[in-house]
């Protein structure tokens, strides 16, 4: 018998191996076992397939031990995984690495082992190899990364090897569960004293011990039926010591024993909830229930403020009514953490969350807890499609149309919607897009009658959608602030004093995005990448937004030496610095990326503004996605002409959908609001259909435009990168790669090969390679087939081994 063995890594297939005979009854697809690779590496690999077919281009190794009593990845997963790594050309390795949480992907990690021939420490030892060795005579084995804490790096391997070479010890590999789970003491009464008579004579002991008897009464005032409580919840309430409680628990009064307790704190409250279903709502809900009669999917397209959410709750509860699992899926984090206060009040503790900002050991929870049904709806950014759903009846796709759906680095690059709509497939589920700007694929395929479609087309209680207003962004002669024009410094103004509030996007952040020497034109540029660095105040530094890296501001020009340096275009912090300087009394808040780092911060933010400690919130991409704070009245976007200007076939999609959803923020609750657009292009069709809310013309607008250039949804695009330290390699690889692909399809469309819009990062030359396909599935398939081996093969030409290509399906 043997098995195909996923391991999480960068390997073209799955690696067989034999299956002992002891082990063939306990063998299943979906189970972890230990396997090496190489001379002694070890790794937990994801059976894949068992099967007799024995291969011939290498030796069989044996399994070494299998590490689960039960499948940690059920079939279902498995099939999701393998068209992923289909579709989007990538390895399953690739797409376990990202499936998995960190501590279900074990790795060995080298050991070293005290061997009994020796007695004590070899002599002649330099200091650092000393040290190993005592520690090694005194505990026996010890790893090379505790190793690594005794003895400085650069002298690490020098020191182990001098201690092998003495044959005082030997190097293992350890394959380790790093899970472990979080113990927390708890509490309990001693069994005799839950009879009542026995109570009422320790409440008479301890007459004499007020601070134990106040415990005690904590204690009793806290539990419930009889169980234990957690011991700093004890602490807490009756400020009791550590040292106390133990004193109880010697005296025969408490028990203390440590349990493994969930690591997972929702720290979002449960919002009252929400009234009934308007009369509109309840017409939406009963058109796609019956558009899913027809389609498996179906669109939701609910103009800001039109109240999808209520809609998506009444149909998560009719799937749970009927034992179906729900995944909500969001764009972003933030957005997770702002509808779980809606969703707890409905759901309680059936409702899990699951997101990159959890730990190792939180998600490995989360994991369990989805396999065993606990968590009856689960919400979450991409990342929770990964989880190990038994019975999904629904799938909730929010906000539909965001970018932030697709990955970008690191493999796999999928897209979440569209995979999410594959993975119903495979539970034979249902799904719902929500937007209120859809993206133009949903769209054309509602057109094609391939979803279903259900529009909202006016807002919740029939509150009126904003007024939007363009402001010529030269109108800043006299203001205060460079970026900010005397309009909408008014209307800030104006807005505060009725007691509202005000949000501003500006979809850059950091403080300047480029510096300038007014003499020479000097940009300073960072010098791991082609492109400028951004100054960020908060840190006083340069940063680059591609590879992190750090430098000093500079205070003279390294190339003509004039002081004449200038901040150009502004960030989310010089705008938060100016309106802090011209309203110093208002409170402002800044969501950007750098002020939302720390765990609960987000949330933190955002109760803030919801009960209106923060007059005015300044915000990247953050602040436009579907978030719903009710006493906003003016919504400012400073640079619209920004967002109409980047090379990209999708630059009227990204900021058509980027405009009208920041101007879904404003007067959500009264209808009382407005949107000041910053502009030099008041005339530009997109800004007119926002004014307008107008999404047919739009949608009309741009499909005749794509059409006429066939990019998608009249093609499929297929980018095809290359990286390499040198340029010419990186450009040879890209041309040689083109060249052999025309060889097999002459009639292909192709854009480049040429340098990329950022031609250097992180000191690696980058050249892309643009495929236009027509769309013809059996056509894709084989051009697809061909491009596997091309990225396989290419790197293996000569003096091109270290070149990287990978390919990028649907690039977004």
């Known amino acids: 018998m043997f098995a195909d063995i996923i391991l999480p890594l960068h390997l073209p297939r799955p690696l067989t191996y034999g299956v002992p005979l002891e082990m063939q009854d306990q063998l299943a697809v979906g189970k972890r076992v230990e396997v090496s690779l190489g001379r002694q590496k070890l790794y937990a690999g994801i059976v894949l397939k068992i099967h007799d077919q024995k291969p011939e281009a290498y030796a069989v190794k044996p399994i070494r031990n299998i590490l689960d009593e039960f499948p940690v ?66 505990r026996k084995q010890i790893t090379i990364g505790e190793a690594q804490q005794l003895v400085q790096s650069k002298a690490l391997s020098r020191a182990v090897n001098e201690v092998l070479e003495t044959g005082a010890a030997i190097i293992s590999e350890l394959l380790e569960e790093r899970y472990k789970p979080k113990l927390e003491t708890f509490v309990y009464l001693e069994a005799r004293y839950e009879q009542e008579t026995e109570l009422i004579n320790l409440f008479n002991q301890l007459e004499k011990k007020p601070k134990q008897l106040a415990i005690l009464m904590s204690f009793l005032n806290l539990r419930k039926d009889k169980t234990g409580i957690a011991a700093k919840e004890l602490s807490k309430q009756s400020n009791a010591t550590t040292a106390q409680m133990k004193s109880m628990a010697a005296a025969g009064i408490f028990v203390l024993k440590e349990q493994a307790t969930d690591r997972v704190m929702d720290v979002a409250n449960p919002e009252k909830l929400i009234s009934d279903l308007s009369e509109v709502q309840l017409e939406a809900k009963a058109s796609i229930e019956a558009q899913w009669q027809q389609h498996n999917v179906c669109l939701l397209q609910g103009v800001t403020g039109s109240g999808k ?86 799938i909730i796709v929010d906000e539909e149309h965001d970018s932030a759906y697709k990955q970008v680095d690191p493999p796999p690059r999928f897209h979440a919607r569209d995979s999410a709509i594959y993975l119903a497939g495979i539970h034979k589920a249902k799904v719902l897009l929500g937007s209120a700007t859809p993206s133009i694929e949903t769209l054309h395929n509602v057109q094609k009658k391939k979803y279903g479609f259900v529009a909202l087309k006016q807002r919740h209680n029939g509150v009126s959608l904003p007024e939007i207003i363009p402001v010529n962004a030269k109108n800043t002669q006299g203001a205060l602030s460079p970026v900010l024009t005397l309009d909408l410094l008014s ?86 610095e100016d309106l802090q300087r011209i309203f110093p009394h208002y409170s402002i808040g800044r969501m950007d990326w750098d002020s939302m780092r720390t765990k609960g911060k987000q949330v933190q933010l955002m109760d803030d503004f919801t009960s209106g400690k923060i007059n005015i919130l300044v915000g990247t991409q953050m602040v436009v996605k579907g978030l719903d704070f009710e006493n906003v009245s003016l919504v400012g976007i400073l640079s619209a002409d920004n967002l109409l200007s980047f ?53 009309q607008f741009e499909m005749a435009y794509r059409q006429q250039f066939a990019y998608p949804p009249f093609s499929k695009l297929i980018k095809i990168v290359f990286k390499h330290k040198d340029q010419k390699k990186a450009g040879q690889g890209a ?12 009639e292909l469309k192709l854009l480049g090969p040429a340098e990329a819009l950022v031609p250097r990062v992180r000191n690696q030359y980058v050249f892309e390679l643009m495929l236009k396909l027509p769309l013809d599935n059996a056509y894709v398939s084989q051009v697809k087939q061909q491009l596997g081996l091309l990225v396989l093969s290419i790197p293996k030409e000569k003096g091109l081994s270290a070149l990287q290509v990978f390919a990028d399906v649907d690039p977004f």
């Not at 992923?84 to 050991?111: R, T």
């Not at 969703?343 to 807890?369: D, M, Q």
């Not at 540029?525 to 680059?544: E, F, G, I, P, R």
């Open 647 to 699: 090379p990209d076939f999708r630059v009227h999609e990204r900021a058509f959908q980027m405009m009208e959803q920041v101007s879904g923020r404003a007067g959500r609750q009264d209808g009382k609001g407005r949107v000041m657009i910053q502009t030099h292009k008041a005339t530009h069709p997109i800004i007119q259909y926002v004014i307008q809310h107008d999404l047919k013309s739009y949608f």
């Open 491 to 576: 209307g800030i103004q104006d807005t505060i004093k009725e007691g509202k509030q005000v949000i501003l996007f500006q979809n850059k952040r950091g403080y300047a995005p480029f510096l300038l020497c007014g003499s020479c034109g000097f940009v300073p540029q960072c010098k791991n990448c082609d492109v400028s660095l951004t100054y960020h105040k908060a840190t006083d530094k340069l940063h680059c937004h591609y590879c992190g890296a750090k430098s000093a501001p500079i205070k003279h020009c390294p190339q003509c030496g004039n002081a004449n340096i200038s901040a150009r275009t502004f960030g989310t912090e010089k705008i938060e």
């Open 309 to 394: 959410t209520h809609i998506y709750i009444d149909l998560i509860q009719k799937a749970i009514a009927e034992g179906k699992q729900v995944l909500f899926l969001l764009p972003e984090i933030a957005l997770t953490t702002h509808i779980l206060s809606r969703l707890r009040a409905y759901f309680g503790e059936e409702l899990g969350v699951y997101h990159s900002k959890y730990s190792n050991n939180e998600r490995i929870e989360i994991w369990k807890k989805v396999a065993g049904n606990k968590y009856k709806v689960v919400i979450g950014a991409r990342s929770a499609l990964w989880l190990p759903f038994r019975e999904l009846g629904l």
């Open 735 to 746: 041309f040689l790669f083109a060249e052999q692909l025309l060889q097999v399809f002459p």
């Open 73 to 138: 990845v059920n079939e279902k997963q498995l099939a999701l995984w393998q068209w992923i790594a289909d579709y989007y050309l990538c390895n399953l390795g690739d797409v376990m690495q990202a499936a998995l949480p960190a501590h279900l992907k074990l790795m060995s990690e080298s050991l070293l082992v005290w061997t009994s021939a020796f007695d004590d420490v070899p002599q002649g030892l330099s200091d650092d190899a000393f040290m190993i060795a005592e520690a090694l005579l005194i």
